[in-house]
């Protein structure tokens, strides 16, 4: 046996150049970037066109430029006062400052993340989607559901895993590809999961997330135990066959999932709407009896409060709503091409105008809810501030613990990369008959 296993020992870098070698898809091939000189792929410096480009295409919106996207600005400031603002301002202030932390953890623990795959000090490779620019949908939602409510993730998913309660330590670890990493080292950012805390883990399937949650929120229906399970999902996903499938099975048996759509008018290179017929994705669903929110997604005032009564009404056994938070994504689709280090943004994409970026990076959700809670005098510069210093020092004590932790066992990657281990690696490596898959 230790024989046979010795023998098929291969580590995760040897299993990715094999895959590559073998003419694996690009889903696969770009979590095999480096960021080294022989391959610059997407992180750092200048955009490579690996992914497509589209500025037209068969939706509706023929006419679409790279710059419409201004068109959907929000305002500068959140409202202070109206339905939503209420609905927040009714929190204890304990979860406003925990939603602020939130949303500070996220955005300093990619940003310096980005750092470190553009700066190259840390040897960072793989696939890695930013969601900076995007923390109010995720806490928003995060901040109307209980700890034991599911989520369903996406490829650009670390935001919802972070507002989830996600460990930053054991993310950065596996971001490292170390052993103490969510996946000991053998997932990369975009198989991170933590059942214990309902994150039913960030994918690499566009649109896996609709089935994910109704799996979920079956058992919770079949078991009576009022939980919610939420699917993020994108624009992009939004034109899975599987979505409208799914959200249509789920009104039919009212099952308690909350679809929340990230509207961030990008679909990797190819602008949101060459692909969609309509202005908004919430448009798509509404033959269906459901409730459909269409909200500023840089505001967590809204965010929540569609997300509150998404919840209300799940729990009261009516089935799913459907949210969509108008967004924006600060970088670009994956790895850091026009990003630059200790600056925010990245410009210079194709896909997009510069002054399209300038524009929703002044719209940024952390900022408007800073401005938000001073002026509601909810909380004090001071206090903030305080804040915005324990995430800075939590993400760089994750980098450190990340730093000191140890490289996986090459043979671990039998027992990481099997569902049922070793033994029935072996039994896979030693069959004789063909295999048919
Ligand atoms: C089933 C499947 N098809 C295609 C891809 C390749 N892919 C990765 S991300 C992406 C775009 C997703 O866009 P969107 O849903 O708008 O999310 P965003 O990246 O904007 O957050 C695509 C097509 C994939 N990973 N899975």
Known sequence: MATTLRKHLIDRRRLLEIMGSAGATSVVLSSCNRADARSPGLTGGRWEKSIPLATSGPGGNRDWQPGDAVKFLPPEKIPLSGKAASALAALPREKLLWIYDRMNSSRKW?????????????GLYGAFHTYVGEEAVACGVMAALNSDDYIASTHRGHGHLIAKGGDLNKMTAEIFFKETGYNKGYGGSMHITDMSKGIMGMNGIVGASYYLAAGAAIRAQVRG???????????????SPYYFSAIRSCTNYKIPVIFVNENNFQYMGIPMAAVVPTKYISEYTKGLDIPHHLVDGNDISAVYAATQEAVEWARAGKGPSMIEGITYRWYDHSGFAGARLGTDGALGLPYRSDEEVRQW???????????????KRLANEGELSKIEAEARGAVEAAIEFARQSKDPEPSAGVHNTHASGPVAATQFYNRTEPHVS
Request: net charge neutral.
């Open 361 to 375: 990076m002044s719209r940024d959700p952390i900022q408007r809810y800073k401005s938000w809670l001073l002026e």
């Open 110 to 122: 990619e940003t310096a993340m980005k750092d470190l795959f553009v700066s190259g000090k840390d």
């Open 225 to 239: 135990t009022k939980q919610v399970a939420v699917a993020f999902f994108g624009d992009g996903a939004a034109n």
